[in-house]
């Protein structure tokens, strides 16, 4: 008859294995969670365990990553550990923030994503979940990670144009001024426009033609919005070479349309300068 004990070794084999068992990292599904609310604001937060996965691999990988997807990258820090980006914004839904940390201790690698939408924003759940997962399941550890975090880190973001009419972006900015002035030149570097309204001015400085927007003051417009800025932010534009025949018919009141990059901002004077502008149709 087969002896039915265990020895004595295998006694303390097994719960080693049972806790090893119980000690595996949750999956980037399982850490998901959701809180606040569409009033208050809503907060999404994943994250992922990696094996030999530095602080600075990560963002450095999470860079390239989140550039593809055509997020804007506002800072990154990787010796830091830390990364705010933002959704970027599409018509009239504004971006909101997304923090990234990652730490690492004993050899493995956690990096933590956190959303916080704006009051009044809203996101199904298991859209977010999908997203974030999606983008934090593509962290690397060990050789390829360093290699992908080297590639990552000088990628740039690849959303379209940013196209609206020039009194929305002027309210935009206003109040993106109030709230943080800093913050802007970071969160429009090299980003593109395209932007509709009417001439407000046009003027030649040291051989370039700049094309202003007209934007009326605040208690000038008909309309405004609960809570809009008390200041207006003039948008001016740099003219592309070769767009000179287009610049010298245009006159104050005449309605146009034209792409142009992110340059300069002036929070003290309120201006917007983007460069190489040009005609669309």
Same mark, same amino acid.
């Given at each position: 008859?087969?002896?039915?004990?265990?020895?004595?070794?295998?006694?303390?084999?097994?719960?080693?294995?049972?806790?090893?068992?119980?000690?595996?990292?949750?999956?980037?599904?399982?850490?998901?969670?959701?809180?606040?609310?569409?009033?208050?604001?809503?907060?999404?937060?994943?994250?992922?365990?990696?094996?030999?996965?530095?602080?600075?691999?990560?963002?450095?990988?999470?860079?390239?990553?989140?550039?593809?997807?055509?997020?804007?990258?506002?800072?990154?820090?990787?010796?830091?550990?830390?990364?705010?980006?933002?959704?970027?914004?599409?018509?009239?839904?504004? #971006? %909101?923030?997304?923090? !990234?940390?990652?730490?690492? /201790?004993? =050899? &493995?690698?956690?990096?933590?994503?956190?959303? *916080?939408?704006?009051?009044?924003?809203?996101?199904?759940?298991?859209?977010?979940?999908?997203?974030?997962?999606?983008?934090?399941?593509?962290?690397?550890?060990?050789?390829?990670?360093?290699?992908?975090?080297?590639?990552?880190?000088?990628?740039?973001?690849?959303?379209?144009?940013?196209?609206?009419?020039?009194?929305?972006?002027?309210?935009?900015?206003?109040?993106?001024?109030?709230?943080?002035?800093?913050?802007?030149?970071?969160?429009?570097?090299?980003?593109?426009?395209?932007?509709?309204?009417?001439?407000?001015?046009?003027?030649?400085?040291?051989?370039?033609?700049?094309?202003?927007?007209?934007?009326?003051?605040?208690?000038?417009?008909?309309?405004?919005?609960?809570?809009?800025? #008390? %200041?207006?932010?003039? !948008?001016?534009?740099?003219? /592309?070479? =070769? &767009?000179?025949?287009?610049?010298?018919?245009? *006159?104050?009141?005449?309605?146009?349309?034209?792409?142009?990059?992110?340059?300069?901002?002036?929070?003290?004077?309120?201006?917007?300068?983007?460069?190489?502008?040009?005609?669309?149709?």
């Amino acid at each position: 008859m087969r002896s039915c004990y265990l020895s004595a070794g295998a006694a303390l084999i097994l719960p080693a294995l049972a806790l090893s068992s119980g000690a595996k990292a949750a999956t980037c599904d399982e850490t998901f969670t959701k809180a606040g609310s569409i009033l208050s604001g809503m907060r999404f937060t994943a994250t992922v365990t990696v094996p030999d996965l530095t602080p600075a691999s990560a963002i450095g990988q999470m860079r390239g990553i989140v550039a593809a997807k055509g997020y804007d990258v506002i800072v990154a820090e990787p010796d830091d550990g830390s990364m705010l980006i933002e959704q970027p914004q599409t018509g009239k839904a504004r #971006a %909101f923030p997304i923090t !990234i940390t990652a730490t690492n /201790a004993g =050899g &493995q690698g956690t990096v933590q994503m956190e959303a *916080k939408l704006r009051g009044g924003q809203t996101v199904p759940a298991e859209a977010a979940k999908t997203e974030m997962c999606e983008m934090l399941g593509g962290l690397k550890g060990g050789k390829a990670g360093l290699a992908a975090a080297s590639s990552g880190m000088k990628a740039v973001s690849t959303a379209p144009p940013l196209e609206m009419d020039a009194l929305s972006l002027s309210q935009q900015i206003s109040k993106d001024t109030e709230r943080n002035a800093a913050a802007i030149p970071l969160r429009y570097e090299n980003k593109s426009f395209i932007i509709k309204g009417m001439v407000g001015e046009i003027a030649k400085d040291r051989g370039d033609y700049i094309v202003t927007y007209k934007i009326p003051q605040p208690y000038e417009q008909a309309i405004r919005l609960p809570g809009q800025a #008390a %200041f207006k932010t003039d !948008i001016a534009c740099v003219m /592309a070479k =070769g &767009q000179a025949a287009f610049t010298l018919q245009l *006159k104050p009141g005449k309605t146009i349309r034209m792409s142009g990059v992110y340059d300069n901002f002036s929070p003290t004077d309120h201006i917007l300068l983007l460069k190489d502008c040009r005609s669309v149709g």
